[in-house]
């Protein structure tokens, strides 16, 4: 499966991939910031696990594992109670009163029914599937002004490039991760 | 019937490719341009707002005198009259085509003295773009910027133009010995990957590479430089010096050099096109600012006084009728009193495309056409239209047009103007070197990733909102 990369070597920290994130997805909460200590900014996001904590600990089964790896969240579904948020272990999915102040998901044309969706549903990364089945890569990756997101393979990554991989201990147990050597 | 169109952001001066795919006519997609050279597909969170700046809700669509919708022949009849008096100015926003800035040269010559036209460049582009035509520094291109073996970012060239990172960190990375450098005021986003950091006031960095690399270049130095020495080493401040000295060896022995600068001061610009003169033939000055086309804006202006004039004038009752096209001058003026001063003005007219502070003050409002939206040359290429105007929104140059014809002055049309370079002496760099010791002026508006150059027209997109709602 195509996973998200982020280059630390040439991640400058500028944001633009929330702006494609919100224009594309109309979600704004999908990155986190993150930083780490003496090596940089860095986005922070969902990671799709293998066996992911928050589809384990939704009580109303709106986050599920799709067959193409993807983890999504259902926005009918979604009643906002936060489980999700409290059981991913990297801090990723993002509090539904942050969604709820900016209250727009992009699930109805309508403003006013968007805001009422929006105060219970958590915004989360579905690494742009539609856009996947196009041919296209994710929207973050696509306007990522330096090219350090990147959407590939991760065990080809970790094998033909043997990067330096920090993922492990830093961030989590999978190697998202990279550092070049 | 779907179509493909492509233009490029003038968001700032990097102009990167962008595609808009319209249905009918009607906007209604934005994509990444990949076949671009400046961005291959990338974009910044400018950029991405640039399909919301078309189709946004709050965009003027018709011109509006005391609440009521005016038609265009009406609107032109009504602002030709007060127009016509000697105490009445025009000022023009900073984000035209060249065309349009031949235009309005025209426009000054044939129907106002050019005392009362001003274009605004409320980051004063327009001041660091002559100073650099000044200086027959060598200009960079995207190549220059991704073959560069030493880069120098003066400020923080990363906050105003994202894109340009992809290719200074290409360069950085590329080999071993490659380096990023910035002389800046504070940390920035350029500053947490630069090797040498000169961080304090910008001038005084600048003086003191300056010094540095004409006592590195000895007697191959220009005469100029070798005149200037004096002077610098006893103006050139010592702190920072260690790393000074650093910086100019490296930048003297890279194979290749760009001094990568974004910044206001018309000083700093000059300084940075010594240092680079003085390190050599391949060493060269990539500028990046605020304003898309300031470069071919400055070229097809002649005359016209400063928007500080004017606005003088606006002070003093010299001037009582204004026509301000496109600047939130409350916004991009801050602190000089233009909101109570605007009140006074016998006759006000402002256009600019979205509902803004200076608008909120005028007798009659007009709206007017992004950059999208109009035919014309930017950034040295010429560009189509990828939809119509929103609703009755007219270009710039439209709206001259229309003018000029109910006043009944035929516009002639206007042609560039050529500025010669200067040949750079003793005396001129002497004085740039006096100058530059004194402390540069603050930036009028600070640019960050999500605003555009004057701050009223990206304020109301749907990412800065959500920016806000997240602090």
């Given at each position: 499966m195509k996973k998200l990369l982020v280059d630390l070597d040439v991640c400058i920290g500028c944001t633009s991939h929330g702006a494609a994130c919100n224009r594309v997805n109309h979600e704004t909460m999908t990155f986190r910031a993150g930083e780490i200590e003496s090596v940089g900014p860095i986005p922070v996001v969902c990671r799709h696990c293998e066996d992911p904590a928050c589809v384990k600990a939704c009580p109303r089964e709106a986050m599920r594992k799709e067959e193409d790896g993807t983890v999504r969240r259902s926005a009918n579904l979604c009643s906002g109670c936060r489980s999700c948020v409290l059981a991913c272990p990297f801090g990723v999915l993002a509090d539904s009163h942050d969604v709820a102040r900016t209250g727009n998901l992009g699930v109805s044309d309508s403003p006013q029914e968007t805001q009422l969706l929006g105060r219970f549903a958590m915004s989360k990364c579905h690494l742009c599937f539609d856009r996947v089945a196009e041919g296209k890569v994710p929207a973050c990756v696509a306007t990522c002004p330096t090219g350090a997101l990147k959407f590939e393979e991760v065990p080809e990554v970790v094998?033909?490039?043997?990067?330096?991989?920090?993922?492990?201990?830093?961030?989590?147990?999978?190697p998202y991760v990279r550092r070049m050597s | 019937?779907?179509?493909?169109?492509?233009?490029?952001?003038?968001?700032?001066?990097?102009?990167?490719?962008?595609?808009?795919?319209?249905?009918?006519?009607?906007?209604?997609?934005?994509?990444?341009?990949?076949?671009c050279r400046v961005n291959e597909g990338a974009l910044c969170a400018k950029g991405n707002y640039a399909l919301e700046l078309l189709n946004h809700p709050m965009r003027l669509t018709e011109p509006i005198k005391d609440g009521r919708a005016l038609g265009w022949d009406e609107t032109a009849a009504e602002i030709a009259a007060p127009l016509s008096s000697p105490t009445a100015a025009l000022i023009v926003e900073g984000d035209m085509s060249d065309e349009e800035a031949g235009m309005l040269t025209s426009f000054a010559s044939?129907?106002?003295?050019?005392?009362?036209?001003a274009v605004s460049f409320a980051t004063n582009d327009d001041d660091v773009v002559s100073a650099l035509a000044e200086i027959p520094a060598p200009p960079a291109s995207i190549e220059d910027l991704e073959n560069s073996a030493c880069t120098i970012a003066v400020n923080d060239p990363f906050s105003v133009g994202p894109v340009v990172a992809r290719w200074v960190m290409r360069a950085r990375n590329a080999a071993r010995d490659n380096t990023l450098n910035v002389i800046a005021p504070s940390e920035g986003l350029v500053s947490k990957f630069a090797t040498i950091k000169l961080i304090g006031p910008v001038r005084a960095g600048l003086l003191c590479l300056l010094k540095n690399l004409i006592e590195l270049a000895g007697d191959s130095?220009?005469?100029w430089a070798k005149a200037t020495k004096g002077d610098l080493s006893r103006i050139a401040p010592g702190e920072n010096d260690t790393d000074a000295a650093r910086l100019a060896r490296v930048f003297a022995e890279a194979g290749s050099g760009v001094i990568l600068l974004s910044t206001?001061?018309?000083v700093a610009a000059r300084l940075a096109a010594c240092c680079s003169l003085v390190a050599g033939d391949t060493k060269k000055v990539f500028l990046l600012n605020d304003y898309g086309n300031a470069s071919g804006i400055c070229e097809n202006i002649q005359g016209g006084a400063g928007v500080e004039n004017i606005l003088g004038g606006v002070a003093d009752g010299s001037v009582d009728t204004l026509v301000v096209l496109g600047t939130d001058l409350v916004s991009s003026y801050p602190g000089v009193g233009v909101e109570s001063d605007l009140k006074k003005l016998k006759f006000f007219a402002a256009g600019a495309p979205f509902p803004n502070k200076t608008t909120a003050l005028a007798h009659i409002v007009l709206p007017t056409a992004i950059w999208l939206e109009k035919d014309g040359t930017f950034n040295a290429a010429a560009r189509s239209a990828v939809a119509e105007p929103a609703g009755g929104a007219r270009s710039y140059g439209d709206i001259l047009?229309?003018?000029?014809?109910?006043?009944?002055?035929?516009?002639?049309?206007?042609?560039?103007?050529?500025?010669g370079a200067l040949e750079l002496n003793a005396e001129f760099v002497a004085n740039l070197v006096s100058e530059a010791a004194t402390p540069a002026a603050e930036p009028v508006v600070a640019s960050t990733a999500t605003r555009f150059a004057d701050g009223s027209v990206t304020d109301n997109l749907s990412w800065p909102q959500a920016l806000k709602a997240e602090a």
């Amino acid at each position: 499966m195509k996973k998200l990369l982020v280059d630390l070597d040439v991640c400058i920290g500028c944001t633009s991939h929330g702006a494609a994130c919100n224009r594309v997805n109309h979600e704004t909460m999908t990155f986190r910031a993150g930083e780490i200590e003496s090596v940089g900014p860095i986005p922070v996001v969902c990671r799709h696990c293998e066996d992911p904590a928050c589809v384990k600990a939704c009580p109303r089964e709106a986050m599920r594992k799709e067959e193409d790896g993807t983890v999504r969240r259902s926005a009918n579904l979604c009643s906002g109670c936060r489980s999700c948020v409290l059981a991913c272990p990297f801090g990723v999915l993002a509090d539904s009163h942050d969604v709820a102040r900016t209250g727009n998901l992009g699930v109805s044309d309508s403003p006013q029914e968007t805001q009422l969706l929006g105060r219970f549903a958590m915004s989360k990364c579905h690494l742009c599937f539609d856009r996947v089945a196009e041919g296209k890569v994710p929207a973050c990756v696509a306007t990522c002004p330096t090219g350090a997101l990147k959407f590939e393979e991760v065990p080809e990554v970790v094998e033909d490039t043997k990067k330096l991989l920090i993922g492990a201990h830093t961030l989590g147990h999978s190697p998202y991760v990279r550092r070049m050597s | 019937m779907a179509e493909r169109k492509q233009n490029i952001c003038t968001l700032c001066s990097l102009g990167c490719g962008l595609v808009i795919e319209t249905d009918a006519g009607a906007p209604v997609a934005l994509d990444y341009c990949k076949d671009c050279r400046v961005n291959e597909g990338a974009l910044c969170a400018k950029g991405n707002y640039a399909l919301e700046l078309l189709n946004h809700p709050m965009r003027l669509t018709e011109p509006i005198k005391d609440g009521r919708a005016l038609g265009w022949d009406e609107t032109a009849a009504e602002i030709a009259a007060p127009l016509s008096s000697p105490t009445a100015a025009l000022i023009v926003e900073g984000d035209m085509s060249d065309e349009e800035a031949g235009m309005l040269t025209s426009f000054a010559s044939a129907c106002l003295a050019p005392a009362r036209v001003a274009v605004s460049f409320a980051t004063n582009d327009d001041d660091v773009v002559s100073a650099l035509a000044e200086i027959p520094a060598p200009p960079a291109s995207i190549e220059d910027l991704e073959n560069s073996a030493c880069t120098i970012a003066v400020n923080d060239p990363f906050s105003v133009g994202p894109v340009v990172a992809r290719w200074v960190m290409r360069a950085r990375n590329a080999a071993r010995d490659n380096t990023l450098n910035v002389i800046a005021p504070s940390e920035g986003l350029v500053s947490k990957f630069a090797t040498i950091k000169l961080i304090g006031p910008v001038r005084a960095g600048l003086l003191c590479l300056l010094k540095n690399l004409i006592e590195l270049a000895g007697d191959s130095a220009p005469d100029w430089a070798k005149a200037t020495k004096g002077d610098l080493s006893r103006i050139a401040p010592g702190e920072n010096d260690t790393d000074a000295a650093r910086l100019a060896r490296v930048f003297a022995e890279a194979g290749s050099g760009v001094i990568l600068l974004s910044t206001s001061d018309p000083v700093a610009a000059r300084l940075a096109a010594c240092c680079s003169l003085v390190a050599g033939d391949t060493k060269k000055v990539f500028l990046l600012n605020d304003y898309g086309n300031a470069s071919g804006i400055c070229e097809n202006i002649q005359g016209g006084a400063g928007v500080e004039n004017i606005l003088g004038g606006v002070a003093d009752g010299s001037v009582d009728t204004l026509v301000v096209l496109g600047t939130d001058l409350v916004s991009s003026y801050p602190g000089v009193g233009v909101e109570s001063d605007l009140k006074k003005l016998k006759f006000f007219a402002a256009g600019a495309p979205f509902p803004n502070k200076t608008t909120a003050l005028a007798h009659i409002v007009l709206p007017t056409a992004i950059w999208l939206e109009k035919d014309g040359t930017f950034n040295a290429a010429a560009r189509s239209a990828v939809a119509e105007p929103a609703g009755g929104a007219r270009s710039y140059g439209d709206i001259l047009e229309m003018l000029a014809r109910a006043m009944n002055v035929p516009m002639a049309p206007a042609g560039g103007i050529s500025r010669g370079a200067l040949e750079l002496n003793a005396e001129f760099v002497a004085n740039l070197v006096s100058e530059a010791a004194t402390p540069a002026a603050e930036p009028v508006v600070a640019s960050t990733a999500t605003r555009f150059a004057d701050g009223s027209v990206t304020d109301n997109l749907s990412w800065p909102q959500a920016l806000k709602a997240e602090a």
